[in-house]
């Protein structure tokens, strides 16, 4: 994704949802992106499948799939490349599993609208894919409705589903964060297994920095509608740059350290329609300076090559840090 902006444009205002969005992803790996509610997660993924509402628009950039740009594709390649190419899960299976029909008519719907395979086959095929996501008697399974699973058989459904046409991306959008805990540290492992047994690349979208830790390969940080750091998954948990992917860290429940009460961050995310001048974090951030946060945004900075921070003063950041870590 290169310099990608995606707006709105309501009664109110231009809302910038993603405003100048870059990242990269390859075979094999999983990019996180994570932000608080509405820094511009979910709507980065349904630009890139061209899913957005009516009054949404991709107004500039480049999303390069396999070689080709998707936003100058037709709506009918699109179509060819959703689904097969490109694969969504979401956080409620029930947006994407349909209450009417059974389990294995819809993944075997999608099975057939993109494989060249007799309904016989197909049903099969969906059979094994229950199996393989950890459904029992996936042959009973297959004839039930959704609303006959459990919510952590129904994700499974939905991951079936989703990988029925071997996709070579998956998006992700908080595919855990309603199931309970060991549900969800299933499901995480579930996503793993499939991606090493199909090579494919994952955008995994949360706001819970312990599945980022789990998950990804390299990381985006999301701010109202700008990345305002990225690295990999190891430099962003060891040396954060960005105050707000400090304060994120910081807000994470630990098991080595006694805590009375977990941190928050302090403020709200910004009004998307009034969004602070200069650099959108400084009305939270305590490294803020008068005259410069308020007045300049600052630039995504290239640090060493694979670390990138979009923060004037990140050095005041590491000195505070190491001075922590010295006492
Ligand atoms: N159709 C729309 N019209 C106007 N604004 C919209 C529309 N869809 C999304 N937005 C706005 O775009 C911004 C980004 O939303 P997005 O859903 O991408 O956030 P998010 O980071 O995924 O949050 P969450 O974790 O809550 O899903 C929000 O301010 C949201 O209100």
Known sequence: MENLKTYFYTEDGVVKAVDGVSFEVREGETLGIVGESGSGKSV??????????????????????????????????????????????????????????????????????????????ARKMAIDLLRKVGIPEPEKRVDEYPHQLSGGMRQRAMIAMALSCRPSLLIADEPTTALDVTIQAQILELMKELQKEYGMAIILITHD?????????????????????????????????????YALLESIPRIDVEQERLKSIPGNVPDPLNFPPGCKFHPRCEFFEKGKCDVEEPELEDLDGNHKVRCFFWQKLDEMRHAKSEV
């Not at 701010?223 to 190891?234: I, L």
């Open 44 to 121: 980065t993924s349904l630009s890139i499948m061209r899913l957005l509402d009516q009054n949404g628009k991709i107004v500039d950039g480049k999303i390069i799939f396999k070689g080709r740009n998707l936003l100058e594709l037709s709506e009918n390649e699109m179509r060819k490349i959703r689904g097969k190419e490109i694969a969504m899960i979401f956080q409620e299976p029930m947006v994407a599993l349909n209450p009417v029909f059974t389990i294995g008519d819809q993944i075997m719907e999608a099975i057939i609208l993109h494989q060249n395979v007799s309904e016989k086959e």
């Open 209 to 245: 920095m312990g599945v980022v830790a789990e998950m990804s390969d390299k990381v985006a940080v999301m701010y109202a509608g700008k990345v305002v750091e990225y690295g990999d998954v190891k430099t962003i948990f060891t040396e954060p740059k960005h105050p707000y992917t």
